[in-house]
C-alpha cells in the first residue's frame, strides 16, 4: 500500500494511504476552526479497518461517552507517542492496548459511528498532534499541510464558473460521493481559494484553502456566483469564511463552537444548495480522491449520473 505524505505537525509526520480523503474543515470542534485538527478517511463503510499514520508506541486508550443518541454512546480516544509528541486518534474503537509498537500501516482498529457523527458524516478518523498526555482541544499543534498534499491541491485546473459540473460515483443512503467535473474557485476580494469543508450544512463557517497569497480579512468571499460569507480569520495556509460579518474572531469562535450552536446545525440560512433544480440539504468540500464532492440528501441519483450543482 502506497502512503502520502498528508500534514505535519510538532515535529511529527502524518501519512496517509495515496485512496484518501481528508478534511480539515468540516467538523465544529474547536480544533478544526483553528487548523490544529485533521480527518482521515480510507473507506465509506463503517466497521472498516485504520491504518496507523504514523510510528509509535500507544501509551494511553480512553473510551468517552458521547452521549444519547441513535449511533453508539461510546467512543475511543487512543494515544500514541511520537518522539516528544503525542499522536491523538478519535473515532476509532482500537484493537491496540498501551504498549504496543505501532509501525506506520499498522491496524489501529476499526471505524466507529458515535453519537458525535451526525448522520452525513463519513467514517473517518480525527488526528491531533500534543505536546503533553491530554483531552483538552486546544493544546495541540498547528497543522500545515505537505508539500505533496498542496502539489495535489494546486494540480486542478480551476475556473471561475458559476456551476459545479459533477459524476456521481458512490450511493448511499444520505449522501452522494461524486467526482468534480470543473474546479469553481472561492474568490475573496479577487484572491483565489480552494472551499473546503461544508456549505448548507454544519454551523456556517467554511475552510478556503490558500493558492497564491493570503486573502485580506472582513473580505467578501464570492462561490459559484453567490457571495456565501466574510473571512473571518486569516491564517499561514488557509481562511475560515464566517456566513456574517464579524469583527471579533473570538466571539465567534466560542460562539459557533457552544453547545447550543451545534445542536441546531443551521448555520447557512439564505444559501441554499441545488442539484439538477432540486434543492439538497447541503454539499461538502473534501481534498485526496477523487470523489472529493459529497452530496447531502436523499437525491435520487445514480452512478454514472452526471449533475450540475447551485447555489441560490
Not at 491531533?128 to 483538552?136: A, N, P, Q, S
Not at 439538477?276 to 435520487?300: A, C, P, Q, R
Amino acid at each position: 500500500m502506497g502512503y502520502v505524505l498528508l500534514a505535519m505537525a510538532g515535529g511529527v509526520d502524518i501519512y496517509v494511504p495515496k485512496d484518501f480523503l481528508a478534511s480539515f474543515f468540516t467538523s465544529p470542534y474547536a480544533p478544526h476552526l483553528l487548523g490544529k485538527a485533521v480527518d482521515v478517511s480510507t473507506s465509506d463503510e463503517f466497521g472498516v479497518e485504520f491504518y496507523s499514520p504514523v510510528s509509535g508506541v500507544v501509551v494511553k486508550v480512553v473510551k468517552v461517552f458521547t452521549g444519547l443518541g441513535p449511533y453508539s454512546k461510546y467512543d475511543y480516544v487512543v494515544f500514541l507517542r511520537v518522539m516528544d509528541s503525542y499522536v491523538k486518534l478519535m473515532h476509532i474503537k482500537p484493537k491496540v492496548r498501551p504498549g504496543d509498537l505501532i509501525s506506520l500501516g499498522d491496524v489501529i482498529g476499526t471505524y466507529i459511528r458515535s453519537n458525535y457523527f451526525s448522520y452525513h458524516h463519513l467514517p473517518h478518523a480525527h488526528i491531533e498532534i500534543t505536546k503533553h498526555l491530554t483531552l483538552r482541544p486546544l493544546k495541540s499543534f498547528n497543522i500545515h499541510p505537505s508539500e505533496e498534499l498542496m502539489r495535489i491541491i494546486s494540480s486542478k485546473h480551476y475556473d471561475n464558473s458559476t456551476e459545479l459540473k459533477l459524476e456521481v460515483l458512490k450511493i448511499r443512503a444520505d449522501f452522494a460521493l461524486c467526482k468534480a467535473l470543473n474546479n469553481p474557485l472561492a474568490t475573496v476580494d479577487g484572491v483565489p481559494t480552494v472551499p473546503q469543508g461544508e456549505l448548507g450544512i454544519g454551523v456556517g463557517y467554511l475552510g478556503l484553502i490558500h493558492l497564491a497569497r493570503r486573502p485580506p480579512k472582513h473580505g467578501e468571499v464570492f462561490f459559484l456566483g453567490k457571495r456565501v460569507g466574510y473571512v473571518v480569520r486569516v491564517g499561514e495556509w488557509y481562511s475560515i469564511l464566517s456566513r456574517e460579518r464579524v469583527h471579533s474572531f473570538s466571539d465567534w469562535f466560542l460562539r459557533t463552537t457552544s453547545i447550543n450552536n451545534i445542536s441546531k446545525n443551521d448555520g447557512w440560512d439564505g444559501c441554499k444548495v441545488y442539484v439538477n433544480g432540486g434543492e439538497v440539504k447541503g454539499v461538502e468540500f473534501l481534498v485526496g480522491s477523487d470523489y472529493n464532492v459529497k452530496i447531502v440528501g436523499s437525491t435520487g441519483l445514480k452512478v454514472g449520473d452526471k449533475v450540475v450543482l447551485n447555489l441560490f
